[in-house]
């Protein structure tokens, strides 16, 4: 059987997007914060997000943030607790 080809969860020019702040970051020159004012990129991760949500701002194909895919997909689900009955057995005279 032919495997079935996966749908891309990213686009390719998000990707060029996340390698762009990649090189900035190893250059040195990666900052964060808006306009650049929040001080230098620290970590890979940082960088990463960095990519992905300057891609989200052109409107490039880029899956949610993790913390609103949570928040959507979370039910109330209230536990419900049975209570034992606290019946008195009667004492045999």
């Given at each position: ?16 997007d996340v390698q762009r702040e990649m090189r900035r970051y190893k250059k040195g ?65």
């Amino acid at each position: 059987m032919a495997r079935k080809a996966k749908k891309r969860r990213y686009s390719r020019s998000a990707g060029s997007d996340v390698q762009r702040e990649m090189r900035r970051y190893k250059k040195g020159t990666a900052k964060s914060g808006p306009g650049g004012r929040g001080g230098r990129v620290k970590s890979r991760k940082q960088a990463i997000a960095i990519g992905l949500s300057e891609a989200r701002a052109k409107g490039k194909k880029v899956p949610k943030k993790a913390s609103k895919r949570k928040t959507s997909k979370k039910t109330s689900k209230k536990k419900t607790t049975k209570k034992k009955s606290s019946k008195r057995k009667s004492a045999k005279r």
